[in-house]
C-alpha cells in the first residue's frame, strides 16, 4: 500500500451514476483502495503531531512492584509519560459497559501485552526509544491458563487471579433421558478450535487533535463510534459534546474493532500535551491490542433412531474468554442457543461457559460464537452419519428446522430457508475435475514439488452453518439515518448521513442504493460517518444493511412523504411530481416541478429504525426469542490431501446461501467468498499459538493467513426467499460462510484420510498436517 498523507480525513464520498437495489454499482471508494490512494487511519497526517507509542506487559500475570519513567523523560523529544495515576477521568472501561478494563494497569498485568506506560513523542523512533527507557520492576506470578479448571472450581481459581465465570447459560429441552431411551445409535466426541485471530490488514491507529473548547477531534478507524463514545469520554473525564469523532479509512475488522484500542490512549496524550497525537500499531503489537476468536472446547453426545432421526443431544462448551469481559457474555449466549445449529431434538441438555483466564483477551469475531459451535455440530452430523451407515446429506436433510419448527431456544422458525432444497442443490452441483498431476501448481504443497501426484487422495464434505443476524437477546438494536433531498446545479441531490462503520463491506454503495431506489434520484452523496448523527450500532453481526439500511429507506419515505406535501401546496398534482411514490429526475417537466417544490430549501428528515424486538434466553432453561433472524449458508468442499505428508489443497468450496433479497450481487458475492478463506484459514492455518499465556506468532510471517494461491474455486448459488419482517426481504449475509466452510472442509480430508485406509479421526482446527498423518 502507498502512502497517502491526508490533511483530516477522508471527505465525503460521492456515489455517482445510477445503480439501485439489485444491482452492482462500483464502489466509489474502491478505485482509491485498489490504487493506494485511499487514506487509511495509519496515513493521516496533521503538522505539528506528536506520534504516541504504549508500553506493555511481557508477562501474562504479574505484579508491578514499581514504575521508574525519569529515563524515559530526560529522552530529548519526549513531550508525555503517562501512567495509570495520569488518567483524568475514570479508570476503567469495557466493551457494552463492563467497565472491567484498566485503561493502564494498576498494580498488575492480567495478560500479555496489557498497557501499563503511555510516552508521546515528536518522532515515532524517539517514542518507542522512550518505552524501552521506562524501568519496571515486576514480581511474576502464576497465570491461569486452563478454562476448564475455571469451570470445575470457579471460587478457587478466582482468588487474586483473573478466574472466574462470566456466563454460565444452559439450554433445557424435554428429558435428556428419555431421548436416550429412544437411542438405537449413540456418538460421542470432543472437539477443539484454536484462538483466531481476525488479521485485518490495517493496524489499529488514529489521530486525536485537541480542540479550541478543550474537547478533543478523534480520527479512528473503529466498528461503533457511538460505543466507543460512551467508554472514552468518563476516562477523559469530558462530557460527550467534547468530543466529535468521525470515522477514518478502516483497513478491514471482522469484530476486532468492536473493543477500544489506542483510542483512549491517544486521547490522554492529547488532553495532556495539548497537541495533535498519533498512534500506529505495527503488526506484533497488533497481536496484542486487539481480542481474538474464543477458543474452545466442545463436548457433544448425539442420538438417532436407525433411520437418522435425532433423539437428544448432550453438549459442554467451554470459551476462554481471557483476562476481561469484552463480548465473552454474548458470545456464550450464541453459542448455547445455536450448539446444535438447524436440527430439530427433542430431547436437548447444553452448557456453555464463557470464563476468564490469564490468556489473551478474546471478544467479537465474525461468526460470534456460532463458529465453534457450527464444527462441532456439524462434524457430529458426519459422525452419526458415519455410524449409521447413511449418507451425511441425507440425514442432514431428514433432521434441518422447517417452517413451524423450534430451535433449541424453543424459537419457532418463520419464514425459513429451504435447507433440505439447498443442501438438495449444493449436492446436485458439478464437482470439479479429477486431479491433474501434470500440473505441480494443483497438488498439495504446490510449488514446493513435495508430491508429484503420489501419495494423494481426494476427499468431500458438506456442512450447514446458522447465524443469529442483528442483535440479539432483548437489546433494543437500532440505526438512525439522516436524509436530505435538495436542488444543486438544476437536478435534484440527496445526501445520507449515519454513524455507520465502513469498514470495507460496502455499506456506502448500499446506502446510495437504497436513496436512488427510495428517491429515484441519481446523484447521492454519502456523508462521512461521525457521532454527529445518532447512534448506528455496531459494525457487526451482519446487521448493518439490515439496520442502517433500514434507516436509510425509512428515512428517505419521510423525504418523500414531505415532498408529496410541498408539491400538494403549491399545486403541482401528486402525477406531475411522483410516479410510483418516488420522486422522478428523468424528465424536463417533473424535474422542473421538483426544482419549484423545492426552490426555497432541502427537505430533510431523521428517523431510527429498531428490528422486532427479542428476549433474553431464560437463564435456567435457554428458551426465548432471542434472535431477530437466522440466516444459513450450506458448503461443499473438495480436497486433495498429502496423505504421507499432511498437507492439503482446498480444490474447491461450493456454496448456496439464502439472502431474502440481491440487494447487490457483486459485493455480496464477495462476502460470501471473503467469509468462505476466512473459514479456510480457521479450518487448516490459522492459530495464535499460546504456551503458558504467552503468544508465541505474533506476526503474518508465523500466523498464517490464506492467499490467492490457497484460495479455491467457488461455485455459488444464492437464494432471494425473503424474510417479511427485514427491510426488502434481505438477510445478513457476512457471517453464515464463516460458519459452514470450516467444517466442510474438515469433513472433505476426514473422508479422504479414509479413502486411503485411515481413520479420518480429526477433531481439532485448524487440521494440523500431524493430525492428518496420525488418521490417514
Not at 46 to 61: E, F, K, N, V
Not at 132 to 141: C, F, K, N, R, T
Request: negative net charge; hydrophobic residues 40%; contains cysteine.
Amino acid at each position: 500500500m502507498t502512502s497517502t498523507r491526508a490533511t483530516r480525513f477522508p471527505g465525503q464520498v460521492a456515489a455517482p451514476g445510477k445503480g439501485g437495489i439489485g444491482e452492482s454499482p462500483l464502489r466509489p471508494d474502491g478505485t482509491l483502495k485498489v490504487k493506494g490512494e485511499f487514506a487509511y487511519s495509519s496515513d493521516l497526517w496533521i503538522d505539528g503531531m506528536l506520534w504516541g507509542a504504549t508500553l506493555r506487559s511481557p508477562y501474562p500475570r504479574a505484579r508491578i512492584v514499581s514504575v521508574n519513567i525519569g529515563p524515559a523523560l530526560a529522552l530529548p523529544g519526549v513531550h508525555a509519560v503517562l501512567t495509570s495515576n495520569d488518567v483524568p477521568g475514570r479508570k476503567h472501561y469495557g466493551l457494552d459497559m463492563t467497565w472491567d478494563q484498566p485503561v493502564l494497569a494498576i498494580g498488575e498485568v492480567r495478560h500479555q501485552g496489557e498497557p501499563v506506560v503511555l510516552v508521546a513523542a515528536d518522532h515515532p523512533e524517539i517514542a518507542r526509544r522512550a518505552v524501552q527507557a521506562v524501568d519496571i520492576e515486576w514480581e511474576v506470578l502464576e497465570p491461569i491458563t486452563d478454562p476448564v479448571a475455571v469451570v470445575e472450581d470457579p471460587d478457587g481459581n478466582r482468588v487474586q487471579a483473573r478466574g472466574g465465570i462470566v456466563r454460565h447459560q444452559p439450554v433445557r429441552v424435554g428429558d435428556i433421558a428419555t431421548g436416550r431411551v429412544l437411542a438405537e445409535v449413540v456418538v460421542r466426541e470432543k472437539y477443539d478450535v484454536g484462538i483466531q485471530d481476525q488479521a485485518f490488514l490495517g493496524p489499529e491507529s488514529g489521530l486525536v487533535v485537541p480542540a479550541e473548547d478543550g474537547g478533543l477531534d478523534f480520527y479512528v478507524a473503529t466498528q461503533w463510534m457511538h460505543n466507543d463514545l460512551a467508554q472514552i469520554a468518563p476516562c477523559l473525564g469530558l462530557t460527550d459534546d467534547k468530543i466529535r469523532m468521525t470515522l477514518a479509512g478502516v483497513g478491514g475488522a471482522f469484530g476486532g474493532r468492536e473493543d477500544l484500542s489506542m483510542q483512549i490512549h491517544a486521547g490522554m496524550l492529547a488532553l495532556y500535551t495539548g497537541k495533535p497525537v498519533k498512534m500506529v500499531y505495527n503488526r506484533e503489537e497488533s497481536f496484542f491490542g486487539h481480542v481474538h476468536r474464543h477458543p474452545a472446547q466442545l463436548w457433544y453426545e448425539y442420538g438417532a433412531t436407525r433411520e437418522g432421526k435425532l433423539t437428544y443431544a448432550k453438549v459442554r462448551i467451554v470459551l476462554d474468554g481471557g483476562a476481561y469481559t469484552s463480548a465473552t457474555t454474548n458470545v456464550t449466549g450464541n453459542a448455547s442457543s445455536l450448539a446444535v445449529g438447524p436440527y430439530e431434538f427433542p430431547h436437548l441438555e447444553i452448557d456453555a461457559y464463557g470464563v476468564y483466564t490469564n490468556n489473551p483477551p478474546c471478544g467479537a469475531m465474525r461468526g460470534f460464537g456460532a463458529v465453534q459451535a457450527c464444527f462441532a455440530h456439524e462434524s457430529m452430523m458426519d459422525e452419526l452419519a458415519g455410524a449409521l451407515g447413511m449418507d451425511p446429506v441425507h440425514v442432514r436433510q431428514i433432521n434441518v428446522v422447517t417452517q413451524g419448527s423450534t430451535l433449541a431456544t424453543g424459537q419457532v422458525v418463520h419464514a425459513p430457508t429451504p435447507l433440505r432444497e439447498m443442501l438438495g442443490r449444493l449436492e446436485a452441483m458439478a464437482p470439479p475435475e479429477g486431479l491433474d498431476a501434470t500440473d505441480i501448481r494443483n497438488l498439495p504443497g504446490g510449488a514446493s514439488q513435495t508430491t508429484h501426484g503420489e501419495g494423494v487422495a481426494r476427499g468431500v464434505g458438506y456442512a450447514v452453518g446458522i447465524k443469529n443476524i442483528c442483535f440479539s437477546e432483548g437489546s433494543d438494536d437500532y440505526s438512525t439515518a439522516r436524509v436530505r433531498l435538495e436542488v444543486a446545479g438544476g437536478e435534484p441531490v440527496a445526501l445520507v448521513h449515519t454513524a455507520a462503520a465502513e469498514v470495507g463491506q460496502g455499506l456506502v454503495t448500499v446506502e446510495a442504493q437504497i436513496a436512488r431506489t427510495e428517491l429515484g434520484v441519481d446523484r447521492v452523496t454519502i456523508h462521512p460517518a461521525d457521532n454527529g448523527i445518532g447512534d448506528a450500532g455496531s459494525t457487526s453481526a451482519s446487521r448493518q444493511t439490515y439496520m442502517t439500511g433500514g434507516a436509510v429507506k425509512t428515512a428517505c419515505e419521510a423525504v418523500r412523504a414531505r415532498v408529496l406535501e410541498l408539491a400538494a401546496a403549491k399545486g403541482h398534482t401528486a402525477a406531475a411530481n411522483l410516479v410510483g411514490g418516488k420522486v422522478v429526475s428523468g424528465t424536463g417537466e417533473v424535474l422542473a416541478a421538483l426544482v419549484d417544490v423545492l426552490d426555497e430549501g432541502a427537505v430533510e428528515e431523521i428517523r431510527e429504525y429498531h428490528h422486532r424486538p427479542t428476549t433474553a434466553m431464560d437463564p435456567v432453561t435457554g428458551q426465548g426469542d432471542s434472535h431477530t433472524q437466522l440466516a444459513v449458508c450450506v458448503h461443499r468442499a473438495v480436497v486433495d490431501v498429502d496423505t504421507e505428508l499432511g498437507l492439503v489443497k482446498v480444490v474447491a468450496l461450493d456454496a448456496v446461501q439464502d439472502v431474502g433479497r440481491i440487494m447487490n450481487r457483486l459485493s455480496l458475492e464477495g462476502q460470501i467468498h471473503g467469509g468462505s478463506v476466512q473459514g479456510l484459514g480457521l479450518a487448516v492455518m490459522e492459530e495464535i499459538q499460546v504456551v503458558d499465556g504467552k503468544v508465541r506468532n505474533p506476526s503474518f510471517t508465523d500466523y498464517l493467513i490464506p492467499t490467492i494461491l490457497d484460495t479455491p474455486h467457488q461455485k455459488l448459488e444464492i437464494l432471494e426467499n425473503a424474510d417479511p419482517h427485514a427491510p426488502y426481504g434481505l438477510r445478513g449475509a457476512g457471517e453464515p460462510p464463516t460458519l459452514s466452510s470450516t467444517p466442510a472442509i474438515v469433513a472433505a480430508i476426514r473422508d479422504a484420510c479414509r479413502s486411503a485406509g485411515g481413520t479420518g479421526h480429526l477433531t481439532r482446527v485448524p487440521v494440523r498436517p500431524e493430525d492428518i498423518i496420525r488418521s490417514c
